[in-house]
């Protein structure tokens, strides 16, 4: 006897059950214990909107969304610039049977722990470190340059990381691409700027959207990278949750905030998808 | 007794169904025979460890935390009887107390009489004629500093830290109630007696404090910006930073300034409901006896003072600890500021603000 047999409905049901139990335990379930505490207090007591008019009342606390919105801009940004031309010198430059390995040799960086390679930046970009010493050795600089414990570090850190999951994204789009849209467009008498502009970059949109707002996902809620590289001279909102829960155990607060930071990635997540929605149409 | 209003109510089943969702999946890790607990990370030293398990046929299952907060956190997430021993700030003792989870300790089979007077905490370590923790280690937040890169006797005085002379070279430890304490230390105010009131002038000072600085830094970072040559000055440093890094950087040293520094202390609790109270007593009288004391003392993650006089410290450690100073380092000491529940928020957010702070 098979489930398909007894009730055709059945089995569709339980191919899914699974992914569904699972994002009811640990999504779904946590999610609305989270959101049930951001209503209450601290000291516990009744319902109560306080934890949402802090973050919107007191300047240190918004600033830290801003912090984090322009942290988040500006990796992106830099991500796509630099992964977009790495990936299409892999996918056109690269012969194909080295591709694999030269994208095996792309991703190594992931291949170590996060934090190791936090720190690891931490110390080529400090006073005494691998950048300062060759550029005081080489004359350019006659002092040392603050590049640790700033808002560059940070940055640096994000992109050296979100770069190669962003030419993924993009390679895997650029080798679907099929070759006679160029011809065609050489066909037409487009020159190889133009195919690139009209043709080539217009088709690997999507590849860049969903990289970006991939990285747009896990940069805006990383704690890890800020608190290493950044030298808290700012606070970005993970660190700003991670704040009220050390010594204080202030959940209901930290509910609050995470629910706001959840709130402008799904806004981040709509956009995303109505554009590429319109793209399709 | 107080009714509970719905909302918490559902709140409070909702995180009870997470937590045993959580524990189905931890189920195993940690079993009744042995010694579960919950630690700081200098008691996860084998070299500490080790000897205790031997010498008593058990395990010691060790789980880090940060922060009493991320600690008491823990404690409401696991069943009753799921821990033994706690480690927590000293100041913080009435926390768990308040919250029913410690068992008095037997005074009479602790050594209490070998403790340094000073340390023994009693304000926030005895609650209504009980003791519910004993000091085990403890130390100063004050200036850790490179006595090479700086003027050792500028360290002598909090004014320094917000002089022009060492703008940039600053890093401050990345802990609010300590840095605070010094901040009160550096205007005139005991620690003892910090009121709202003081907010706008401590602010003030951690401002300029935060204008001099390169960095706010949690223990690692601080400790490896002091190590690298990144900063020259710790705010909030001590023997905590500086000796276990004595070998390898001599030239890392501290001071307590005229006005004072700021002590911590760390204590041990045992769990009311501990399913292994007569192996949690044993632990906690190893740690506290002169060879678990000298172990705690130089362990791995950091260095710090034994709470107990007789600790088997050798020389050459009791020099990097600068044991013979202590009565007077002692003297010129200031408990944590331990603020209510109400100034503890502001003083966070005022930390907040002076890290917005550009």
Known sequence: MSVSGSNPRALPWALVTPALAWTCAFFVLPFIAMGFSSLTGHEGGGFTLANYSQFFTDPSYWRAMVNSLEVTAIVTVISILLAYPFAWILAEMVPERWQRLALMLAVLPFWTSYVVRSYSWLLVLAQNGVINRALTGIGLIGEPLQLANTRFATVTGFVHFFVMLLTLTIFANLKQLSPSYRKAAADLGAGPVRTFLHVVLPLTLPGIMVGAFLTFVLCIGDYITPQILGGNNELVMPQLVMLQIGRRGDFPLASALSIILMAVVTIAYLACARWLKIERA | ?358
Request: aromatic share 8%; proline share 5%.
């Open chain 2, 1 to 358: 007794m107080t009714a509970r209003n719905p909302l918490s109510a559902l709140k409070s089943h909702l995180s009870a169904a997470c937590a045993a969702a959580a524990l189905l999946l931890a189920a195993g890790g940690a079993e009744a025979a042995d010694l579960n607990a919950l630690i700081w990370c200098d008691h996860s030293d084998p070299a500490l460890l080790e000897p205790f398990e031997k010498a008593n046929d058990v395990k010691v299952n060790v789980k880090e935390f940060e922060g009493t907060g991320a600690g008491l956190a823990i404690v409401d997430q696991s069943q009753p009887g799921d821990w033994d021993v706690m480690v927590i700030d000293s100041i913080d003792v009435p926390r768990g107390v308040e919250k029913g989870l410690f068992e008095p300790l037997p005074v009479d089979k602790l050594p209490f009489a070998d403790l340094f007077p000073e340390v023994k905490m009693d304000k926030s370590t005895i609650v209504d004629g009980k003791r519910y923790g004993i000091t085990e280690k403890f130390g100063y937040n004050t200036i850790g500093f490179n006595k090479t890169k700086v003027d050792p006797a500028d360290m002598q005085s909090l004014a320094s830290l917000t002089s022009d002379k060492y703008k940039g070279k600053v890093a401050i430890y990345d802990y609010y109630l300590p840095v605070i304490g010094m901040a009160a230390l550096a205007i005139g105010k005991k620690t003892a007696d910090l009121t709202e009131a003081d907010l706008p002038a401590l602010k003030a000072e951690l401002l300029k404090m935060k204008a001099n600085a390169k960095l706010v830094g949690e223990v690692t970072a601080s400790q490896t910006a002091l190590a690298t040559g990144e900063v020259d000055i710790l705010v909030g440093g001590g023997e905590w930073v500086t000796a276990g890094l004595a070998k390898e950087n001599p030239a890392l040293d501290f001071s307590i300034p005229k006005e004072g520094a700021v002590l911590w202390s760390q204590s041990l609790a045992m769990f009311k409901d501990s399913k292994n109270k007569d192996m949690a007593l044993k632990f906690i009288q190893y740690i506290m006896s002169p060879e678990g004391q000298a172990r705690l003392a130089t362990s791995s993650c950091y260095w710090g003072m034994p709470a107990n006089k007789t600790a088997a410290l050798t020389d050459e450690q009791k020099k990097i600890l600068r044991f013979d100073e202590q009565p007077g380092f002692l003297a010129r000491a200031q408990a944590y500021p331990a603020p209510n529940a109400d100034l503890d928020k502001k003083m966070q957010d005022m930390w907040t603000e002076m890290l917005q702070a550009q």
